[in-house]
């Protein structure tokens, strides 16, 4: 490999002849070998750090500080690194040292390159146009980067949510499908009353579908940057109005509705957002958990569990027993929830670890959150796909146990008195004789009476 030396503080340092990245980037590929994730593992991450550049370059140009050759190349180079072209030129870890600088300074080389090049210069030849003086021009990476990964966290969100919403859809075809199973309910995991098995997977769409709704109200925080708050928030070395200016170009930019922080000291340490955010993929990780327990509880068997549910047959279950097929799909999604479980817990303590004007942990905290999107899209698409939509019910399973509950002598209880439902339900559990036939051979019920009371659908509503 052919390489070009490049030098900063601390000396010269070969860097590869063709990247566009440069020395900065470079004590980063050796200094940070962590989590093996890089920045390209996060297209939005990369086309978020275009975008904050472009809005910089286009409010530096507006109060004179950039000439017309240097903003206009600066602008091409910045839209090319958004379609994804230049993503392989950000192999910097995820997790690093110094507070996002070197995912800030990989960002402005790797554009100063992309402008050299246009300006049919040599890469690295920084004279014509400088990684720190022109592309970080009125900048810090306090304010740059944080700002990209809130940018990066609106686009995420997009995807999570979209994948939510298939997922709810699927569970609510279920709902449809099996409108008309009729099953016990169970409390405690022993039998209460009748439902339907529709009921139940309504219920799946309904708790997941509020999610939907709390993601995006958490994302809105994302909303409020802190550009031009540059070091710690004083806004050295930005001109006057430079924060305003350059939120209201990155919602031009990026079609989201940017604002400028209204207190920059406070916005440049703060991580709320993050937390607030982190918490809603943790509620929606638990809920998800607890359908993935249900549906394994469901499926169980098949001779000696519920058995109320099929799941889609995936893999041969055991290398010792022979026709055992497992619930692999539920148990990887219940994996994927303690995952993200575990990485809200590093949010917070990373989000709580900030001293005085800087939160130096946001590299671990932005790629938790990150994480936990990618992980959540992969599950919930992977849940919908090769288990929810193939799920069958086995009705006559499902019927048998209401017939054969204890459960149902709930419905005596308006007719007959707590107290001798009680009895009879005790009776019924010792001697193996049904509620229906003890209560008719008691006389405590005529048979037309019992059967309307028994009906299970008149249990599956009020009435």
Known sequence: MNYRKESDL?????????????????????????????????????????????????????????NDELYQNILLACDELATGKYNAEFPIDMIQGGAGTSVNMNANEVIANIVLEKMGKEKGDYTHCSPNDHINLSQSTNDAYPTAIKLALLQMNEKLVEKLASIVKAFR?????????????????????????????????????EDVERLNNNAKLFVEVNMG???????????????????????????????????????????????????????????????????????????????????????????????????VIPEVVNQVCYKIIGNDLTVTFAAEAGQLQLNVMEPVLSHAIMENIQFLCNALDTLREKCVVGITANKEVCLNMVKNSIGIVTALNPALGYKTSTAIAKEALETGKSVYDLVLEKNLLSEKELNDLLDPKNMLQSH
């Not at 990245?21 to 004590?27: A, D, E, L, P, S």
């Not at 139940?200 to 579908?209: C, G, I, P, R, V």
């Not at 922080?261 to 406070?266: G, Y």
């Open 10 to 66: 601390l000396g010269e340092l070969q860097v590869p002849a063709n990247a566009y990245y440069g020395v900065q980037t470079q004590r980063a590929i050796e200094n940070f070998k962590i989590s093996g994730q890089t920045l390209s593992s996060y297209p939005e991450f990369i086309r978020a750090l275009a975008w904050v550049k472009k809005g910089a370059a286009m409010t530096n140009h507006s109060f004179g500080l950039l």
């Open 229 to 327: 708050a540059t070091a710690i928030g004083t806004g050295l070395n930005a001109p006057l109005g430079y924060a305003k200016k350059c939120a209201e170009n990155l919602a031009d930019i990026t079609g989201y509705p940017i604002v400028s922080a209204p207190n920059l000291v406070e916005a440049t340490p703060d991580t709320g957002s993050y937390v607030i955010y982190s918490s809603a993929m943790k509620r929606l990780a638990v809920k998800l958990s607890k359908i993935c327990n249900d549906l394994r509880l469901l499926s169980s068997g098949p001779r000696a569990g519920l058995y109320e549910i099929n799941l889609p047959p995936m893999q041969p279950g055991s290398s010792i027993m022979p026709g055992k097929v497992n619930p």
């Open 173 to 209: 075809a279920k709902g449809e499908e099996f409108q008309d199973v009729i099953k016990m309910g169970r409390t405690q995991l022993q039998d209460a009353v009748p439902m339907t098995l529709g009921q139940e997977f309504e219920a799946f769409a309904a708790t997941l579908e």
